[in-house]
């Protein structure tokens, strides 16, 4: 069936930092959409602008057609699909279920073949872009799942992001995303380090950034997150407590395939001594109070 504007009411449970963004930008899109969240005070913008709140998981999967889900851990993931009031029970079949989550790949393939066996479509597809990709809607999307599904969603993908690719079968998608945190986990450590470097050597660390984020050393992290840490804003784009779990999926999925990370193995642990210090829900450049103590 050609999802339409008409024909479509979706689902979006989760409107935490970026989910709440994503929401809306499918309300500015013309979509009717319903919202769902733990805390509803956090839905409560979406609401105003036109969101319908359902009370459980299982109303929202009852109502629509298309449903998205951006919670926090694979264990929110787990209860939100799998449980008694949870997706795969209550949707209708010939739903689209889209777990944008950053999880596991297995848990990926799980959720995918439960679906299918209810005649629901299933994608995972993670993001990349923070709390900025998300506000701007600019977010990379790496998909995984069958290829006409992925086709009939992508219009909706596309009004919440940018770089939207399907790389393979059910897990793809998360198995990308893992690539993308343990590129990103070495990354934040050099970006703290230099913004600390440039203040113990005496320099202006927003000179300094002007210098090298155009050259060899520029990354997203070094031109979104290096001026937060110069202004001593440390407010989460993207949790630490997230970012650790994310960490311990790749690393688990690593060791699966028998591949040493020694560069993700130092960040999980230094993002743990910063979380052990009360920055658990700090944004990841809040890595530099570790490393400029």
């Known amino acids: 069936m050609l999802l339409t504007r008409e024909n479509t009411v979706i689902g979006f449970i989760g409107t935490g930092v970026m989910g709440r963004s994503m929401a809306g930008h499918l309300l500015k899109g013309g979509f009717r959409v319903a919202v769902y969240n733990r805390t509803k005070a956090r839905a409560e913008e979406l609401i105003q602008a036109g969101a319908l709140w359902k009370d459980t998981v299982a109303e929202v999967a009852a109502g629509c057609n298309v449903i998205i889900t951006m919670v926090g851990y694979p264990s929110d993931v787990e209860e939100v699909y799998f449980g008694d009031e949870?997706?795969?029970?209550?949707?209708?079949?010939?739903?689209?279920?889209?777990?944008?989550t950053t999880s596991s790949p297995s848990l990926a393939r799980k959720i995918y073949e439960k679906a299918e066996k209810r005649e629901l479509m299933a994608l995972d597809a993670p993001v990349s872009g923070g709390d900025v990709g998300a506000r701007e809607a600019r977010l990379a999307i790496m998909v995984g799942g069958d290829a006409a599904a992925f086709e009939a969603i992508?219009?909706?993908?596309?009004?919440m992001g940018k770089n939207i690719v399907l790389q393979g079968?059910?897990?793809?998608?998360?198995?990308?995303?893992?690539c993308n945190q343990i590129a990103i986990a070495s990354n934040m450590m050099g970006v703290c380090e230099a913004v600390a470097y440039a203040q113990r050597a005496?320099?202006?660390?927003?000179?300094?950034l002007q210098s090298i984020e155009t050259g060899a050393a520029g990354s997203w992290s070094l031109s979104n997150l290096a001026p937060r840490i110069i202004d001593g804003n440390f407010a989460p784009g993207f949790y630490v407590k997230h970012f650790i779990?994310?960490?311990?999926?790749?690393?688990?999925?690593?060791?699966?395939?028998?591949?040493w990370t020694p560069g993700l193995e130092l960040a999980?642990?230094?993002?743990?001594?910063?979380?052990?210090q009360g920055d658990q829900d700090s944004g990841t450049q809040a890595l530099y109070k570790l490393l400029n103590r």
């Open 86 to 100: 949870g997706v795969i029970r209550h949707a209708k079949p010939g739903s689209y279920l889209i777990d944008m």
């Open 169 to 178: 079968d059910a897990g793809a998608g998360q198995y990308t995303k893992m």
């Open 154 to 159: 992508k219009p909706i993908l596309e009004i």
């Open 202 to 208: 005496g320099l202006d660390p927003a000179r300094v």
């Open 245 to 259: 779990k994310d960490m311990n999926i790749a690393l688990d999925s690593a060791k699966e395939m028998g591949l």
């Open 268 to 276: 999980k642990s230094l993002y743990e001594k910063l979380a052990a």
